[in-house]
């Protein structure tokens, strides 16, 4: 199964390339062709403080003002034309821009593109990616039947206007790399990362390309054999260090409402919660990361709207915590993983390959979990463990890799009580022995079926932002409202997020004995807890971890999206294997 990955990726029929390519991509792609993939092929994006300046630098030219005759119409004009944000296309090229500004006279025009930033001091007066932006924009202009001699780059900051002649050697060469970039995207590989290069850091799209950690697990050495792998296996000397080139936190956070009867609605770019007693509360639109609903929490039509415009998803529960589903906007443009995502569910051997790593992942965190954090742990469990966990990396079946994580299972919670302080007033209150759900019937497992459901939601919104079908997985069968993929993921991170939050809420008095109430034999926790308990739940998310492969520290939500999109790269053949988070 080594191999498997990169045959399932060129086994995918060639993509189909626009007719029209866009004069601002044969920039993206003369910088770096990875990056315009992403961006175009992908069509992901993702903001930073250039790309908000760079809108606000075009905020004047992206109005449309003054008029552009067509050529044949502007032979005998003697008046200056000055037009901006002009929308053209050049059919026979295959090229298509909107161009900032064009000034001129009669046919003879200029092109003029705005950037932000100061003129660099360089010998042509700007670098080749603008330079062929702009002569892309004068080559669509000549194929309009107008004539251009030369173009200007008006750098914002040192509000300076630089000419670039629309030269022989130039013009060569954007055809050149025009030729090259439909070539490259007709097939279905995605171009390699840059290596250590200096453009990675301020390129906003860093966190989704992962240049370093891709280049790093490519020099991994490979698996002793198929489907078997250590997650700590050596990397080369010569490896380079990974730089942290992604944020270690989220800005944004999370909106939990949970009071019964409560409406959200919108006031400008901020959601207003208004429940049925007690003051309204206010969450800015831009500083919200999701919203979770619990309950008979009712959501407004313009602040749904307003949520999925922000790229918001929006979460429901029932009252007791039962992940039901997510509202989003449209599906992530990348469909192209997701044909590989199907195309490894069915195939058996690739599934169980993934499936392999989760399960001995997760086994073996729960290990960690025991050793770090319960009090004479029995060395036969432990050793328990560690078997089971080599077990599943040579499983040859799913059905014989369920036994085995149920067998881990079993070992793991006979002994999660060890790690839980016992009140000596109420030695009783959180009493465990064993796992059960729906309904929990006492403390401790409702405490875990709610932080497992909060980390479903967290990897089911991770997945589709991503670009993943959350529903369908590799290890988890399909079932009808399931986020399949979700639980796959989840499983290494169980013991890591869920456990941890869970063991720390108790240890430390977050929630009490009191919080807790019953019907019916279920067991359920009340409002005031269940607030608690999210804090504590996004406490531990926020905290700083380092990773075990890359060795720079990041939160554990940032981890999420990293292990999302490395599962990505390996589906697409980047990647030997997909590295399980396991903690030492």
């Known amino acids: 199964m080594a191999n498997a990955n990169v045959s399932t990726s060129t086994a995918l029929s060639q993509l189909d390339v626009p007719e029209l390519v866009p004069a601002r991509m044969l920039n993206e792609f003369a910088y770096c062709p990875r990056l315009s993939w992403l961006e175009w092929v992908q069509g992901d994006f993702a903001d930073s403080a250039d790309t908000v300046d760079g809108r606000r630098v075009h905020r004047r030219v992206d109005q449309e003002g003054g008029a552009l005759p067509a050529a044949e119409d502007a032979v005998d004009l003697e008046r200056p034309v000055s037009a901006r944000s002009v929308y053209l296309s050049a059919p026979k090229l295959g090229l298509v821009a909107k161009i900032d500004l064009v000034e001129g006279q009669g046919v003879e025009v200029t092109p003029i593109d705005y950037k932000r930033g100061q003129a660099p001091d360089v010998p042509d007066g700007a670098w080749e990616p603008e330079r062929v932006q702009i002569c892309a924009q004068a080559l669509i202009l000549e194929e309009n039947g107008y004539k251009c001699a030369s173009g200007v780059l008006y750098f914002a900051e040192s509000r300076r206007r630089v000419a670039i002649p629309i030269s022989a050697e130039l013009r060569a060469r954007t055809l050149d790399l025009l030729a090259t970039m439909r070539e490259t995207f007709a097939g279905s590989v995605i171009p390699p990362p840059l290596e250590d290069s200096p453009k990675c850091p301020r390129c906003s799209l860093v966190g989704i390309c992962l240049p370093d950690e891709v280049n790093l697990l490519r020099v991994r050495r490979p698996p002793k054999r198929v489907g078997v792998a250590d997650a700590g296996e050596a990397v080369p000397s010569n490896a380079p260090e990974p730089r942290r080139l992604l944020a270690a936190r ?69 009252y007791g915590g039962w992940f039901y589903g997510v509202t989003t906007g449209m599906m992530h443009k990348n469909v192209e993983l997701r044909r590989l995502q199907y195309r490894t569910a069915d195939d058996r051997e690739a599934s169980l390959t993934l499936a392999r790593r989760f399960v001995a992942t997760k086994i073996r965190n729960t290990r960690t979990m025991l050793r770090r954090n319960a009090s004479e742990v029995p060395q036969h469990a432990l050793e328990s463990l560690r078997g089971f966990a080599e077990d599943a990396l040579v499983c040859t079946a799913a059905e014989s890799l369920l036994g085995i994580e149920g067998s881990a299972a079993r070992v793991y919670f006979e002994h999660f009580p060890r790690m839980l302080k016992v009140d000596k007033d109420r030695p009783m209150a959180f009493d465990f022995e064993g796992r059960n759900r729906r309904p929990p019937r006492d403390p401790v497992n409702a405490l875990l079926s709610l932080a497992y459901s909060l980390l479903a939601k967290d990897l089911a919104i991770t997945l589709q932002t991503v670009g993943f079908d959350p529903y369908l997985g590799f290890y988890h069968q399909p079932r009808y409202g399931r986020p399949a993929l979700a639980l796959d993921m989840m499983e290494e991170f169980r013991p890591l997020v869920a456990d941890s939050v869970v063991i720390g809420a108790i240890n430390t008095g977050v929630v009490r004995p009191d919080d807790f109430g019953g019907r019916g034999g279920a067991v359920f926790l009340s409002d005031a807890g269940r607030v608690r308990f999210l804090r504590a739940y996004e406490r531990r998310m926020d905290e700083l971890v380092t990773h075990p492969v890359f060795g720079y520290r990041i939160s554990y939500r940032r981890v999420l999206e990293v292990q999302a999109r490395l599962l990505g790269r390996f589906l697409a053949g980047e990647t030997p294997e997909y590295p399980g988070f396991q903690t030492r």
């Open 250 to 318: 989220d800005d944004a956070l999370p909106l939990y409402v949970q009071a019964n009867g409560a409406r959200i609605g919108k006031s400008g770019d901020e959601l207003v919660v208004t429940p049925r007693e007690g003051p309204k509360q206010t969450a800015r639109l831009g500083q919200t990361s999701h919203i979770a609903l619990f309950g008979n929490v009712q959501m407004s039509t313009q602040a749904i709207q307003a949520a999925i415009g922000h790229g918001i998803p929006i979460t429901y529960y029932s």
